[in-house]
Every structure is written in C-alpha cells, then in structure tokens.
C-alpha cells in the first residue's frame, strides 16, 4: 500500500512538473507564432529603429495638400531646449560653424485632427528655423558623448508630442521613395562620398532636406508638400508631369539625430531608362554613386522586416544588411511604406 501510494504521489509530481513545463513549451510556441505571423502580414514596430511617429495616414485616409497647415517660426521666436547642456551644444555648434553653413527648419510643433467630418480634418506642422551647424553637431556629440542625450531620449520615447514643445534644433528630411510605372519596383541609390553621412550605404529612395524658403517661391518657407517636390526635381531630375501624385504617409522623428523624418510616396510616369537618364542629369546626382531597382516583392518586404540592426563605431544611426548590401536602418520603414499604399498610387 505504501508503494502504491508512493508510486501514485510520483506519478502525480510528474504530471505537475510535466503540465508545467508543456506550458511554458506552449507559451513560448504561442510567442514563436505570434511572431511568424506579424512577420507574414509584414508588421514591424519601426521604433525599434529609433523612428517615432507622429503621424500616420492609410490609403483610405490620405494626408491631402490642403488640409496641411503649416507655421513658421523665426530664429528669434524659436523654443529654448532644454535637453542637452546649452554650452556644450553652443560649443559643439560652433566648431562645426567653421566647416559648413545653410540655412534649414526643424519640427518645433504637431497636430494632427482626426474628427467625423472629412471637413474638419487637418494636420498642424509647426516649424522653426535653425543651421545646418546644429544638425552637425547633434550627429558629433552623439558619437563622442551619447551620454548628453539621455534625458530628450527618453522624452521621445515618453510623450514625443511633449517634446516638441522644447526641441533640440535639428532638420527635416523627406525620404522620396520612387515606385516604377508598372509599381513593380523601387527605385535604391548608394550615397557617395561627397555626402556628409551614411556615405557608402544604400536607401530605398533620396532624401532631401528642408530649407528656410522655396526657391520657386522666394520667401515663402516650404512646406512638407514643396519639399517633396523640390527634393524629387534636385536629387532625381523629375519634373511634375514625370510622376503621379505625391502621398504623404508617414511623418515623425529619427530619435538618433533628433530629425524629422517624412515618407514620401510617388509613382513614375516615365520608363526606367528615362529616370535614370534624369537622375544622371539632376542637380545633386553627384550625391549618389550608383542606382537600382529593387523589386517589391512580399520576399523582399520580409527580408527587410527580419534583417537584424547592426551598429556601426564612430557613425551615428543603425544599418541593416540584405543581399550583401548595407542599407540605413530607414529604408526599412521606405520599404513598409511603399507596400502598405502600392494599391493607392494611381486612385
């Protein structure tokens, strides 16, 4: 009797333990799918890559041109910072003052109004005025004192809106990605050396940065929309009969130089050869030291989502490696972007 019961403790004990450990089995299996399945419907948190959103749009809510509004502060009505030491900035501005010059803008301000009415929906951008210096030294003290930008880090990831309200001045780019007339490729350049950064790695797309005043428009500040379109004309060599629409659909910052950071979304109206021929002829082409086409494919949107972020000493931002290229960490978010609106292109 007393081994029957012995014998039926055990048996007991190990349905526990093995109850137990089948649960944590299936919870970890559970995890594992859960995984596979975002990966399969092509999810990925892109603040994993240090870019915030502020706002989103959907091919069936698009961002329209005339519902940006857009605010412009001067230099003198600018938000004082109020995350990284002053003098240390204004230190490390000045050295870069003795290397590079231009006039630029940063997001100082956000809004964006979801209501029932198509009418009364509008996004409210806020922008300052501010140097390229400034951007140079936010990228220089990242690499050589990280440890400064502890407290705006957090910010961002806390409350980015709050943020905004006393932003370290930096700059706005927008990335162009450029879909073929047939929507069966993107267009990929590899940065030279004559740009400032990421010079030898490759982008879903050009980038073009935020000036003071349109140059079709003197005076008058730019705006996300004008941006796109002087960026699409200077790094390309496209003009507005070139391609279809320009969708906004992604707008945020790139915590690791405290940039604001637009996805930009066209379709070509001309062939391939065409727009490599422009691209050849356009006023920046000497930033970029090769072009492809990549194809936008499902295979190719989840090779992007699962390559892993890999960091690079003495160079500030994350790459990603695919098909024995080194692509920067936003092209991940260019590639997302250029999947999710492939079917609103041409409405």
Same mark, same amino acid.
């Given at each position: 009797m007393e081994s029957l019961i012995i014998g039926s403790l055990s048996a007991i004990a190990?349905?526990?333990?093995?109850?137990?450990?089948?649960?944590?089995?299936?919870? &970890?299996? +559970?995890?594992? =799918?859960?995984? &596979?399945? +975002?990966?399969? =419907?092509?999810?990925?948190?892109?603040?994993?890559?240090?870019?915030?959103?502020?706002?989103?749009?959907?091919?069936a809510r698009q961002l329209e041109p005339?519902?940006?509004?857009?605010?412009?502060?001067?230099m003198s009505e600018r938000p004082e910072q109020e995350w990284i030491n002053p003098t240390v900035l204004a230190a490390a501005v000045a050295e870069c003052a003795e290397q590079s010059s231009g006039e630029i803008l940063y997001f100082a301000g956000f809004r964006l109004d979801y209501r029932e009415s198509d009418d009364t929906q509008y996004c409210k951008v806020r922008q300052a005025e501010s140097r390229y210096p400034e951007v140079l030294a936010v990228e220089r003290l990242r690499i050589r004192r990280p440890e400064l930008f502890k407290a705006c880090d957090e910010a961002i990831e806390r409350d980015i809106k709050q943020y905004l309200f006393s932003p370290v001045p930096s700059s706005v780019a927008v990335n162009l990605v450029v879909v073929s007339s047939d929507g069966s490729e993107l267009l990929s350049v590899e940065r030279s050396a004559a740009t400032d950064s990421a010079a030898g790695w490759w982008t879903v797309g050009v980038f073009e940065t935020m000036k003071r005043s349109d140059p079709n428009r003197p005076g008058s500040p730019e705006s996300l929309y004008g941006l796109a379109a002087r960026g699409l004309n200077e790094e390309l060599g496209?003009?507005?009969?070139?391609?279809?629409?320009?969708?906004?659909?992604?707008?945020?910052?790139?915590?690791p130089i405290l940039r604001g950071h637009v996805v930009a979304i066209v379709?070509?109206?001309?062939?391939?050869e065409d727009a490599f021929a422009r691209l050849r002829a356009a006023h920046s082409s000497y930033e970029h030291s090769a072009i492809d086409w990549l194809p936008l494919h499902p295979r190719i949107v989840r090779s992007f989502i699962r390559a892993n972020r890999q960091t690079n000493p003495g160079r500030v931002g994350s790459t990603i490696r695919i098909n024995q290229r080194i692509w920067i960490e936003q092209s991940r978010l260019a590639v997302l972007e250029a999947w999710r609106f492939r079917m609103a292109l041409n409405d």
């Amino acid at each position: 009797m007393e081994s029957l019961i012995i014998g039926s403790l055990s048996a007991i004990a190990i349905g526990i333990a093995t109850e137990a450990a089948t649960g944590a089995i299936s919870g &970890a299996v +559970r995890e594992l =799918r859960r995984a &596979a399945n +975002r990966r399969k =419907r092509f999810e990925f948190d892109v603040r994993e890559d240090g870019l915030f959103p502020l706002g989103e749009w959907s091919p069936a809510r698009q961002l329209e041109p005339h519902r940006l509004l857009t605010d412009t502060l001067p230099m003198s009505e600018r938000p004082e910072q109020e995350w990284i030491n002053p003098t240390v900035l204004a230190a490390a501005v000045a050295e870069c003052a003795e290397q590079s010059s231009g006039e630029i803008l940063y997001f100082a301000g956000f809004r964006l109004d979801y209501r029932e009415s198509d009418d009364t929906q509008y996004c409210k951008v806020r922008q300052a005025e501010s140097r390229y210096p400034e951007v140079l030294a936010v990228e220089r003290l990242r690499i050589r004192r990280p440890e400064l930008f502890k407290a705006c880090d957090e910010a961002i990831e806390r409350d980015i809106k709050q943020y905004l309200f006393s932003p370290v001045p930096s700059s706005v780019a927008v990335n162009l990605v450029v879909v073929s007339s047939d929507g069966s490729e993107l267009l990929s350049v590899e940065r030279s050396a004559a740009t400032d950064s990421a010079a030898g790695w490759w982008t879903v797309g050009v980038f073009e940065t935020m000036k003071r005043s349109d140059p079709n428009r003197p005076g008058s500040p730019e705006s996300l929309y004008g941006l796109a379109a002087r960026g699409l004309n200077e790094e390309l060599g496209l003009n507005q009969n070139d391609y279809g629409k320009i969708v906004i659909s992604w707008v945020g910052l790139l915590r690791p130089i405290l940039r604001g950071h637009v996805v930009a979304i066209v379709q070509l109206k001309i062939s391939r050869e065409d727009a490599f021929a422009r691209l050849r002829a356009a006023h920046s082409s000497y930033e970029h030291s090769a072009i492809d086409w990549l194809p936008l494919h499902p295979r190719i949107v989840r090779s992007f989502i699962r390559a892993n972020r890999q960091t690079n000493p003495g160079r500030v931002g994350s790459t990603i490696r695919i098909n024995q290229r080194i692509w920067i960490e936003q092209s991940r978010l260019a590639v997302l972007e250029a999947w999710r609106f492939r079917m609103a292109l041409n409405d």
